[in-house]
């Protein structure tokens, strides 16, 4: 499991400084202007900063961006970084100029003379989001990504003000952690069975965990779900978790798609590119970082998050295009494309959430089809929704929070497109409209009056280069965004 850096917040100790060992980092405002800490860093490196806060090196430099002056003069320590930043950044720079110091804060003593910057909180959650690395199956070496997590100490005028601020930081930081961890786990680390029981662990920090088993499913109904997985050896599982922080009230349901590893089925994908499915459970592992989230924040909301677990493998026993499967709600899908899966896992766990815990609204999150990308790439997630106001709010939590999120239309018309001749519906309705037509299919399994947003997460669960709060791997998207929402729509 991967910890975030350890973060505290000081006091300023001007006379601190010269000793500090590892990596300090001060601030310089766009027109170079120094504070207390600033001009001592200056006086102990012989006027160093101030030749750099003069040079054309800092005006190419755009406010949150760094540069490094290595193993500085008058300093222990082994490198000085200079972030250019304004006194009273809003929110985004903040976070940016974090996520450039939280780079180079693996394994490292990390001093921030921050002073009396404006969000140092924030500045702060973004080096702890960019201070991460997945190395569990790697052998451990002299790197700085095997020496631990590293430790962030933020000097600041007013300490305890901005802990209070700072509260949340850190268990944002241990979901999205969490979020990351999961999505970049291998298939055979993380199967089915594996990945219940990391759920039902979050026990311990005080939600209700509820593992349902094959046979229960089968009682129930969720027959589309079991359906994609009959093709594996690895049992298909259905996990819930609760969180009762907001008393009385009915909760908000999250559903995730949790495929641990999707070959496409009979219907297989080509060879190249099949390791990156390992991520199509990206979904499910959002869905868990926010509950751990939550727990740790203990949020003052109710909160119900549900992940269908699956494995979509060809075998003799898999399901085939052709055939007929009937969800828990009793409509009927032809299946013609056994690669088109997340959508029969969503729509059962989607009617079992409303049947059962009969939600104030839903969101359900899934790595769901390559026609997102097409249409969006890798800066932002597909938005649908059946309720204006709703998907309002979340979109401006994903804005607020540097989630990319894009609104996608919905509509009848795009329903032929799934017209069977000998089922409800098809589970597939060809190339045109691809995202679209899955969010229809989904919404079918929506009830009257339900508020409802089906985000397609397919491009910004997993990235080949860096994203905006981490480096190359998984991202946690959706995280910041859905607690973010949580918070000001569902806390009391």
Not at 20 to 35: E, H, L, S, W, Y
Not at 95 to 100: H, I, S
Not at 380 to 396: I, K, M, Q, R
Not at 440 to 447: A, D, E, N, S
């Amino acid at each position: 499991m991967t910890v975030p850096a350890e973060l505290t917040f000081a006091e300023i100790d001007l006379d601190a400084i010269a000793a500090a060992t590892g990596r300090v980092v001060v601030i310089v405002t766009p027109d170079g202007k120094f504070d207390s800490a600033a001009r001592r860093v200056n006086r102990l490196t012989k006027g160093a900063l101030a030749r750099f806060a003069e040079s054309p090196a800092f005006d190419k430099l755009k406010p949150g961006e760094t540069a490094e002056l290595a193993w500085p003069a008058g300093l222990a320590a082994e490198a000085l970084q200079v972030v250019k930043l304004g006194r009273r950044p809003d929110v985004p720079t903040a976070r940016k100029a974090g996520v450039a110091i939280g780079r180079a804060v693996r394994g490292k003593e990390v001093l921030v003379l921050a002073g009396s910057l404006r969000h140092a909180a924030e500045l702060a959650l973004g080096a702890l989001l960019r201070a991460y690395a997945f190395t569990d199956h790697k052998s451990k070496s002299d790197d700085a990504d095997d020496k631990g997590p590293g430790r962030l100490t933020v000097m600041v005028a007013k300490p305890d003000a901005v802990r209070v601020e700072a509260a949340a930081a850190a268990a944002l930081a241990e979901g999205v952690f969490f979020t990351r961890d999961l999505v970049n786990a291998p298939a055979n680390v993380l199967t089915t069975s594996a990945f219940a029981d990391r759920l039902a662990a979050l026990s311990e920090l005080g939600l209700k965990v509820t593992v349902l088993e094959e046979p229960e499913l089968e009682r129930l109904g969720m027959r589309t779900l079991l359906a994609v997985g009959q093709g594996s050896e690895m049992p298909s599982r259905v996990v819930v978790m609760e969180w009762n922080g907001g008393g009385d009230e009915r909760p908000l349901a999250l559903v995730g798609k949790g495929v641990v590893f999707d070959t496409g089925g009979i219907s297989i994908k080509p060879a190249g590119g099949m390791e990156d499915m390992t991520m199509d459970m990206g979904g499910a592992g959002t869905v868990a970082g926010v509950m751990k989230a939550l727990a740790l924040r203990k949020a003052r909301a109710n909160v119900v998050g549900l992940v269908g677990l699956v494995e979509n493998m060809p075998d003799g026993n898999a399901q085939r295009p052709g055939d007929v499967v009937v969800s828990m709600k009793g409509d009927t899908v032809e299946v013609i494309n056994t690669d088109a899966e997340g959508r029969l896992v969503l729509c059962d766990v989607m009617w079992y959430a409303q049947e059962t815990h009969d939600p104030v609204a839903m969101i359900d999150l899934a790595t769901l089809t390559g026609a997102v990308i097409i249409g969006l790439g890798h800066e932002n997630a597909g938005v649908f929704s059946n309720d204006d106001t709703f998907c309002d709010a979340f979109l401006a939590a994903a804005k607020e929070e540097g989630e990319g999120a894009w609104r996608l239309p919905l509509g009848a018309g795009y329903d032929r497109q799934l017209k069977s001749e000998i089922a409800d519906m098809k589970n597939v309705g060809g190339r045109p409209a691809g995202s679209i037509t899955a969010a229809q299919f989904l919404q079918r399994f929506v009830k009257d009056g339900m508020p409802w947003i089906h985000l397609d997460i397919a491009g910004v669960a997993s990235l080949k280069s860096e994203g905006t709060y981490a480096p190359k791997g998984a991202t946690g998207w959706g995280v910041l965004a859905l607690n973010r929402l949580i918070a000001d729509r569902y806390e009391g």
